[in-house]
């Protein structure tokens, strides 16, 4: 088995095969690769950071408050390195590690936010990537299938509901069957970076072509993120619709989500 960092120098996404034979005699001379921290030939200390990477060390002795948990407080870090660009970036992917350097999750990282990473995975050999975003929306619709099939003209359903799916600060609903609109709040820095792959496999997975962003004024100010809203794909929804819940119906404002009892 080989070491899989073709590309490293050119910045490429990189993760390596844990057992091979290059990974073994890098771990013995001291060297985190996941957590991009070792030593060069000569035993100077160096840092490197591969492609978007960032390093969070968490403070000796709140490393066990994080586990099972998907939010990482600022009052848990005890530094962020990397490149300047990237700490500044809502959403930027980083490896988070112990105060001993040993490998705890990837999270997105916002420094705007008072939640300052939230966990993508705890699992050292999965990287961030499409692939990653892809399979958890497709795992998401593919529980709501039976539910999506049967909605009705006037039925809202939640389709994914953030940390539920390991997609933190994503909400999405459908309205209307797969006929209707795909309705998306990215009130995280994390989804908001991944909102292309996001929209890409909502809409495969669903077959509903027409989505629109929502914007959360105050969860997407809390995050430092721009306040858009609108068509991401096909047709924007109407001003207006009913919606039957529970036998009664009202008017529904998607873009907004504002509801109101028909009267």
């Known amino acids: 088995m080989v070491c899989q960092r073709a590309g490293a120098a050119q910045g490429a996404a990189t993760d390596c095969t ?14 985190r690769y996941h957590a991009g921290i070792g030593h060069t030939t000569t035993g100077t200390r160096r840092s490197h950071y591969w492609n978007y990477m960032l390093i969070i060390t968490i403070k000796q002795g709140k490393e066990k408050s994080l586990l099972g948990q998907s939010w990482i407080y600022a009052s848990a870090i005890e530094k962020v390195e990397g490149k300047p660009q990237e700490k500044m970036k809502p959403g930027s992917t980083a490896i988070v590690q112990s105060s001993s350097k040993q490998f705890i999750a ?3 990282y916002n ?52 940390e539920d799916e390991g997609l933190p600060g994503l909400v999405v609903q459908l309205f209307g069957g797969v006929q209707g609109y795909l309705i998306c709040e990215f009130n995280a820095g994390g989804v908001d970076a991944w ?35 609108g068509a991401l794909a096909g047709e924007e929804p109407p001003d207006e619709v009913m919606l039957t819940d529970n036998g009664v119906r009202y008017a529904l404002d998607l873009k907004t989500g504002h509801k109101s009892k028909f009267r």
């Open 111 to 162: 420094s705007k936010s008072q939640i300052r990473a939230r966990i993508w995975s705890f699992k050292e050999d999965e990287p961030v990537d499409h692939a990653l975003i892809k399979r958890r929306v497709k795992a998401a619709i593919e529980k709501k299938l039976p539910a999506i099939k049967k909605a009705g003209e006037n039925q809202l359903l939640t389709l994914i509901k953030g």
């Open 195 to 229: 909102k292309v792959a996001i929209v890409q496999s909502l809409m495969a997975s669903t077959g509903c072509a027409n989505v629109y962003e929502r914007c959360d004024d105050l969860m997407r100010k809390g995050e430092g993120l721009p306040l858009i809203d």
């Open 18 to 31: 844990a057992g091979g034979t290059e990974c073994r005699r890098l771990r013995q001379d001291g060297m």
């Open 106 to 108: 990837r999270a997105a």
